[in-house]
């Protein structure tokens, strides 16, 4: 059979599904309340899950679990409430005193704050409902304040409206204190960078908690000191700076009904729609000696009477004229538990998780990448989440769940996505015939056989593949294309042209290739040996008496010595980074002349997340430092494609740097993916990889997508193949004889 495809068409399909485009799958059985529902669940869930303060070290709140227990609840919800009430449940599993909780945007944030007086104690009664200023309820001139006390009374407001009224009580607070009030320092989580759930990384992420210094609040010049009295319930906290007062006697508390009053902490709060918002704790208050603060109540009193003649009212006002306080009785102190480290569950037993577990794995992926991914700003992530929840719903096979991963991953836009476990391999294929293809002019040809096949089949390297299994390659690059995920459209080409030929090991795949104007169809077998391709003799050799090469995925740092010994008396040498390095830049690069040390090579930033939702620590990589061995002053001539990625793209900055801008890039663009990998566990014993760094030139332009740009830009031909003639490095080898022609982008004859 036939299967002619111009090059024009396989752009066409590149253009169609690669990342700048790709999109997701049909959706499921999930109605549109419910998909809307689950998503703002998910991203509630997310930010308790990296922010919350007590998921730092509790390794008795099941967070999974709380999860996977609520999605039921809000699938089946009816009303707003029945979702209002299944988040309630979930958050109730953080144990935080009820400091996380659902609210009612428009009426539970807003305070309502009256006052009596009957000229001795002033009493503000704390509601929520329409804005009442808490300033004018205080009369806030001391002047026309001449009260000796003043009763705060939380009961009947909401958290959000309580928390609300202690911020504006404190901007009133330097009117009625004499000494400075510092509040409670806040204990709040702090990932630098995203921890990897496995293996190793060379990133340096971690994962702790750090204390902030509370506010420090002053007196004013015409202050009137005035005793403070709360009365609080178990639905209502105290304000962090209150504990300041109730130490040193100015304040006192009295606590309706059981239990202990809560000191409240920082908060944050994701919109849940249909007029609801959730609120979070994202920082737990610190006493001064490290410790958890406790208060003791002066008075505790039963039932929930709020009239003036009630039991609270009435202990309060006793409280606000006694003449001093009682003096306020301090428990033993509780240390705050040190943070715990706790890997991502990964559940390897659920060969295919349910539908619950599956969306734990999306809302996983969807708000690490969201919080921690280094390149968020070049991706549009935010709708994904929608997207994907009736994907991951409805994924009701082993390869549908991991496909639906995959297709997720490509919206990272990252060369650097994975994922591995689960059904990934038989997915993916576990195994490849020893043909290596390569696009060249839009069109899949066969650069490369392994020995075996090419003494055993009619297949010739140059060779155009135009089926494989009598499956077009248009049908293939989307089949394939939309699991594949790629910085830049080229990169993304080399991956698919890898991946479409594997399946399962030691099956037989028929290849249909195009050879001049015959047809031709040859079978041949994978195997799971990976065949790289044809590797040269040595790492480094001599082109000519003035030219060295080397070949950067051989040299390894025991021989880098020799090399430069090698190439002494040359006038240029050629570093071909078409390959994977083996970690040789950071002792090559301080031998190469151009620089003055410590010259920056590339500029670094990772996510930093906590208290706030998101920061940037940025720093600056040096050229490490000449160990006092000679430098090569000749020519540097660098040759990249899109398969120098990673860290042959970081050792491209390296030479950037080293040089002093002086190193010739010949080729094409590269991979566009740089920046140390890390890993999150999923459901079903899966693995997911990406970039954790934001890596740049030393002068902060960009290189993830972008790739290294060559000064000479030099892309081989389907002829060059056929002929076995190696355009790129024939451009290296003249602009090493004259760079500057080069170096401002002429391109030399070879």
């Not at 995203?194 to 204390?211: C, E, I, L, R």
């Not at 906290?237 to 209150?242: Q, T, V, Y």
């Not at 020799?562 to 830049?585: C, H, Q, S, V, W």
Request: charged share 25%.
């Amino acid at each position: 059979m036939r299967w002619l495809v111009p090059a024009w068409s396989l752009l066409l399909v590149f253009l169609a599904v690669a990342p700048a485009n790709a999109g997701g799958p049909s959706s499921g059985q999930l109605g549109g309340d419910q998909v809307r529902r689950l998503t703002r669940l998910g991203q509630l869930w997310g930010q308790v899950q990296y922010r919350h303060p007590s998921l730092g070290y509790r390794a008795d709140i099941d967070w999974d679990a709380a999860l996977v227990e609520a999605i039921p609840a809000v699938v089946a919800a009816k009303s707003s409430d029945d979702y209002a009430r299944a988040v309630e449940q979930m958050l109730a599993r953080l144990d935080d005193g009820g400091l996380s909780r659902v609210w009612r945007q428009g009426v539970d944030e807003l305070v309502d704050a009256s006052a009596t007086t009957d000229g001795k104690v002033r009493i503000l009664r704390v509601r929520s409902g329409s804005t009442t200023g808490v300033a004018t309820a205080l009369a806030s001139d001391p002047d026309e304040r001449k009260e000796s006390a003043i009763i705060v009374d939380l009961r009947g407001a909401t958290q959000q409206a309580a928390w609300a009224a202690s911020l504006l009580l404190a901007r009133e607070l330097p009117d009625v204190i004499d000494e400075p009030v510092a509040a409670l320092a806040t204990r709040a989580r702090k990932f630098s960078g995203y921890p990897t759930q496995t293996g190793q990384t060379s990133g340096g992420y971690s994962a702790g908690m750090d204390v902030i210094p509370g506010e420090v609040i002053e007196p004013r010049d015409a202050s009137r000191p005035t005793r403070l009295v709360f009365i609080v319930d178990r639905g209502t906290a105290l304000p962090s700076w209150s504990v300041a007062l109730h130490e040193r006697g100015d304040a006192a508390v009295v606590f309706v009904g059981p239990g202990q009053p809560v000191v409240d902490g920082n908060h944050d709060s994701v919109d849940l729609g249909e007029g609801l918002s959730a609120a979070f704790l994202v920082g737990e208050p610190v006493a001064v000696d490290g410790s958890r603060p406790t208060v003791v109540p002066a008075r505790r009193v039963a039932g929930n009477d709020r009239s003036d003649d009630g039991p609270a009212m009435r202990a309060a006002r006793k409280l606000a004229l006694a003449r001093p306080l009682p003096a306020p009785r301090t428990p033993p102190a509780t240390a705050l538990p040190a943070p715990v480290f706790a890997r991502d569950r990964i559940y390897a037993d659920m060969a295919l998780p349910s539908p619950e577990y599956r969306l734990l794995a999306l809302f996983r992926v969807w708000n690490v990448i969201d919080l921690f991914y280094p390149y968020h700003h070049l991706i549009d992530w935010q709708p994904r989440l929608a997207e994907f929840v009736p994907v991951f719903w409805a994924a009701a096979s082993e390869e549908a769940y991991a496909r639906a991963i995959l297709q997720l991953g490509v919206h990272t836009r990252d060369g650097h996505t994975h994922a591995y476990g689960g059904a990934m391999q038989q997915l993916r294929g576990a195994a490849a015939p020893g043909v290596s293809v390569r696009f060249f002019e839009h069109r899949p040809v066969i650069e490369d056989l392994a020995p075996e096949v090419a003494s055993s089949s009619d297949l010739r390297v140059g060779d155009e593949l135009v089926a494989v299994d009598d499956v077009p390659v248009a049908q293939l690059l989307a089949r394939v294309g939309d699991i594949v995920p790629a910085s830049n459209r080229v990169t993304w080409g080399h991956y698919v042209a890898k991946k479409m030929l594997r399946g399962a090991d030691g099956s037989s795949v028929e290849l249909t290739v195009q050879r001049a104007s015959k047809t031709i169809e040859v079978v041949v077998k994978r195997d799971r040996r990976w065949y790289q391709g044809e590797v040269p003799e040595s790492a480094f050799r001599l082109l000519d008496d003035e030219t060295g090469y080397v070949h950067m995925g051989l040299l390894d740092r025991g021989q880098v010595d020799d090399m430069f010994a090698r190439f002494e008396k040359t006038r240029a040498i050629i570093f071909d980074l078409r390959n994977y390095p083996r970690g040789t830049a950071w002792v090559i690069a301080p031998l190469l002349a151009g620089h003055k040390d410590p010259a920056p090579a590339a500029a670094f930033y990772r996510q930093e997340v906590g208290r706030y939702r998101a920061g940037r620590h940025h720093f600056l990589q040096p050229v490490p430092p000449n160990p006092g061995k000679p430098q090569y002053e000749g020519r540097v001539i660098v040759l990249v494609d899109e398969r120098t990625q990673s860290q042959a793209e970081h050792t491209g900055l390296f030479f950037e740097a080293a040089t002093g801008g002086r190193a010739v890039f010949v080729g094409t663009e590269t991979a566009g993916a740089n920046g140390d990998i890390t890993r999150m566990g999923l459901p079903g014993g899966i693995y997911f990889g990406f970039t954790g760094h934001d890596v740049r030139h030393a002068d902060g332009r960009q290189l993830q997508q972008v790739g290294l740009q060559p000064h000479v830009r030099v892309r081989p031909t389907v002829s060059d193949v056929r002929r076995g003639f190696d355009r790129v490095l024939a451009i290296g080898r003249a602009c090493a004889r004259d760079p500057e022609p080069c170096r401002r982008g002429q391109v030399p004859s070879p």
